[in-house]
């Protein structure tokens, strides 16, 4: 396949009128035919590894892991299966170049995601078991043979943890005989495998001895450990050793299932490694904690007697540091109490002294007015007491408020900057789709373009045969064209006039509505937090205004029809209560009264 088959094939797949289903299709019949082609090509055609890193530098390959990630709804599951098994194949053998990196790290990893997705949609329904088993052991195990370093990556995968979940024996016998099958296509599989991905695949045999009962899933389990014990060896055994018990599950759930050969031969390799541990691990702990033990008595004799003088130096200066802070605390707690006891006794010098003082003046005082001055002493101390209480009262009051205010005010500035941002917006837009202004030419409504070139045709041999002999053709023309540019510069100040108008109307209409709320307002003594809110957002004016002009409609309706007239029966005097009332806004209560005995 050329580049030029391959933007050509790109170009159709990046079509947006194509469908799901038949970008499917196209994937499907292009990577087919390019693979046959490429394996009947001679040596000196295009090779396999070329086609497929050209097809994977050109993109065909991530819209074909796009296809494989789509959510839609798919009716042609054997498409899909065959799209992952080609896609697979494809990746095998590739050569990036120097995109190495991002293929092995960013797309192998997406390319294998795709598939299991695929592999856990198939394994829920079950008239596509050909099509699950075709991708888990023909794609997915294609790709794992070619490129070990995906173990991981599937082992800890959530799709593939999915389909381990399954309660389907098939499934995970399936599960078991692909990773036996890789191990033995493969030789160096598992060599190549990090510590951690083989315990995660040692960790899954041994799960399915534990939870499965069924004979077919269990000799195939013992089957993958003995793989692995015989191609791995030493590196086999710590990671055995951490399945504490593993023997005696072997020899209590599964002797006697048809498989007793494989059976004791992994029981006695078990036992053996757990006696080789045993006996090692005494006596490596045994010598380790000696030479622990010798090492830090070492340790600690050398540093205490390199620590002795320098020891008993920071005690003495932590200890006179210590008393002379204790010091400093009993002159500094002396001190205090000397004092508070002068205050306390200055204290009680002032009011034994006041109260001399108003005992003398009581004394003065004739005695038919000591009650009234007893009287209004206390009543000047209860407002006193009363006013502190009312303050105290009222700052706690507003500390509780002062946060809820806070946030309200908060809102209110963030709606207007929201509102503010969505007008202009709007302007903008209007102002965008505005028609343009009126051309010089101002024809008649309903002309067509023949009519008006006919008319113009008539206006220009009226002209021609009437000339006028005062001002010439060039002359008429430009004081046409001085009057459209005076017509129009007239209709643009006339737009600005109404739009300054609507402004002006829209101001005194919110004047009017919050003289109306202040008017109509309670007193600060009740006032409430709601009627807080309802001041400081503009939505509560908006509302009043519009409920009072709702009112106004209501009773004009129900006006009779010579009231609606400029003129009522009443006479001007009426008419100039009207419009007083209507420009103040409801504020203006009509009336007569006289004046010099004459009514005004």
């Known amino acids: 396949m050329e580049e030029e088959e391959l933007q050509e094939l790109k170009r159709k797949l990046e079509d947006e009128d194509l469908d799901q289903e038949q970008r499917i299709n196209l994937l499907t019949s292009s990577l087919s035919k390019a693979l046959n082609s490429a394996a009947l090509q001679p040596d000196g055609g295009v090779s396999s590894s070329l086609l497929k890193s050209r097809l994977y530098l050109s993109g065909v390959l991530s819209l074909c892991v796009t296809a494989l990630n789509s959510r839609k709804l798919q009716n042609d599951w054997s498409a899909m299966a065959t799209l992952a098994h080609l896609t697979c194949c494809c990746c095998v053998g590739v050569e990036p170049g120097r995109h190495s990196e991002a293929f092995h790290r960013l797309f192998l990893p997406s390319v294998m995601d795709a598939v299991l997705s695929l592999a856990g949609q198939l394994m829920r329904r079950s008239e596509c078991w050909s099509q699950f088993r075709k991708t888990m052991k023909d794609s997915v195990g294609r790709l794992l043979e070619d490129q070990t370093h995906l173990s991981s990556h599937v082992l800890s995968s959530a799709h593939y943890e999915q389909i381990q979940m399954c309660d389907d024996v098939a499934v995970t016998l399936l599960c078991i005989q692909m990773w036996i099958q890789i191990c033995s296509t493969n030789r160096n599989f598992l060599s190549e495998l990090s510590d951690d991905s083989t ?11 534990a939870l499965s009962s069924d004979p077919a ?9 003995l793989l692995m014990a015989s191609q791995l060896r030493l590196r086999l055994r710590p990671l055995l050793l951490s399945f ?4 005696s599950l072997l020899d209590k759930d599964w002797r006697g299932r048809g498989f007793d050969q494989d059976l004791e031969q992994l029981i006695a390799l078990v036992q053996s490694e757990q006696r080789m541990s045993q006996s090692e691990v ?3 702990h045994v010598r380790a904690a000696c030479v622990v033990q010798a090492a830090w008595r070492s340790y600690q004799t050398r540093r205490r007697v390199k620590s002795l003088n ?29 004092l508070s006891y002068q205050v306390f006794v200055r204290r009680q010098q002032a009011r034994r002294r006041f109260h001399q003082k108003q005992r003398r003046l009581l004394q003065l005082l004739p005695p038919d007015q000591v009650a009234s001055y007893l009287q209004e002493v206390e009543r000047r101390a209860a407002v006193v007491i009363q006013s502190f209480w009312r303050g105290f009262r009222e700052r706690q009051r507003y500390n509780t408020q002062r946060h809820t205010l806070i946030e309200t005010h908060n809102r209110q500035q963030a709606a207007m900057t929201l509102q503010r941002a969505v007008r202009r917006f709007l302007e903008e837009h209007r102002a965008a789709k505005a028609p343009p ?7 008649q409504e309903g002309l067509t373009d023949s009519r008006r070139a006919e008319l113009k045709r008539q206006v220009e041999e009226h002209i021609a045969v009437n000339r006028s002999s005062c001002v010439s053709p060039q002359q008429c023309q430009l004081l046409h064209h001085q009057v459209q540019l005076l017509l129009q510069s007239e209709l643009q100040r006339r737009l600005d006039r109404m739009k300054e108008d609507q402004h002006l109307e829209a101001l005194m209409a919110h004047t009017h509505t919050q003289l109306d709320l202040l008017r ?14 309802s001041f400081l957002s503009p939505s509560g004016s908006v509302t009043a205004r519009g ?3 709702h009112n106004a409609a209501l009773q004009a309706e129900r006006l009779p029809w010579w009231r609606t007239l400029g003129w009522t029966d009443g006479g001007p005097a009426h008419q100039q209560e009207a419009e007083l009332e209507a420009e103040l806004g409801g504020l203006y209560v009509g009336g007569v009264r006289e004046v010099d005995g004459a009514k005004r």
């Open 199 to 209: 315990l995660l695949l040692l960790n899954e045999a041994i799960g399915q001895l």
């Open 217 to 225: 899933v269990g000799g195939a389990s013992i089957r993958l450990i």
């Open 244 to 247: 504490r018990g593993l023997d």
């Open 282 to 284: 005494s006596t490596e």
């Open 310 to 338: 320098r020891a008993v130096s920071t005690l003495q200066r932590r200890y006179r540091a210590r008393r002379r802070q204790q010091q400093q605390q009993r002159e500094v707690q002396r001190w205090q109490e000397e």
């Open 437 to 443: 202004t009126a051309a010089f030419w101002i024809g």
């Open 520 to 533: 109509d307002a309670p007193p600060l003594s009740v006032v409430t937090a709601t009627d807080a809110d």
């Open 547 to 549: 409920r009072d002009a």
